[in-house]
């Protein structure tokens, strides 16, 4: 979706929304928009969110890492500001439905529990568990997992997860040093209720309506 964080969601631009909710988080000393398109700047400090750099365009575009966004933003930040920040958290504007709660959790979790990242991540509904996937190969199907053959009901499966995009809370070591989003230790940070990742006009109806019933 072309300038798909420009949309906007209840009036205001989901890169705004994720802005918005980070200064409301009180473990995050700064708040600041990566981004190349100056549209997208000037909106963003409209709504008094910092946007005080650019990112090049060899990180740019959908092919860029989002490690290599928060490397790049963490130290232009270190530079101007003067002063090394200990955590880096990343908030996708294509996760409206956050809240300044879990955020903070998130960052607890990293610093309560010394890992080197924290993922927000949100349970499977069991009949899309891996068992129960499959692929079709020459118009044959096959379990994606080998004891999917077995059909096995529901209750017998174990809980998965999958990531929402609501935070990713990273320590300045994973980082610079581990130069990865996901650290040799980290955790999940459960979110339960609902949560959806916008990529098409029908999630931005969704979350619209899930916003109106007070979600």
Not at 4 to 22: D, F, H, Q, S
Not at 149 to 162: K, T
Not at 166 to 179: D, F, G, K, S
Not at 192 to 215: K, Q, Y
Request: net charge negative.
């Amino acid at each position: 979706m072309p300038r798909k964080n420009l949309r906007t969601v209840c009036g205001v631009p989901i890169v705004c929304r994720a802005g918005l909710c980070a200064n409301k988080v009180p473990e995050i000393d700064r708040v600041v928009v990566s981004t190349d398109d100056d549209e997208i700047a000037i909106v963003a400090e409209s709504y008094d969110i910092a946007a005080p750099f650019r990112r090049p365009a060899e990180i740019s575009g959908d092919n860029a890492s989002d490690w290599e966004v928060m490397d790049h933003a963490l130290r232009i930040m270190d530079a101007e500001d003067g002063d090394p920040y200990d955590i880096v958290v990343l908030l996708q504007p294509t996760a409206p439905l956050r809240r300044s709660k879990d955020v903070s959790g998130a960052i607890q979790m990293l610093i309560d529990r010394r890992l080197d990242a924290v993922w927000t991540v949100t349970e499977t509904d069991l009949k899309y568990h891996p068992a129960k996937q499959m692929r079709v190969d020459d118009g044959l199907i096959s379990f994606v997992m080998p004891e999917g053959a077995a059909i096995p009901p529901r209750q017998f499966l174990d809980p998965v997860y999958h990531v929402n995009g609501v935070a990713y809370a990273l320590t300045r070591q994973c980082v610079l040093e581990q130069r990865h989003r996901l650290g040799e230790r980290t955790g999940a940070f459960i979110i339960n209720g609902p949560s959806l990742s916008i990529d098409s006009d029908e999630d931005f109806t969704a979350v619209e309506e899930l916003l109106a019933r007070g979600a």
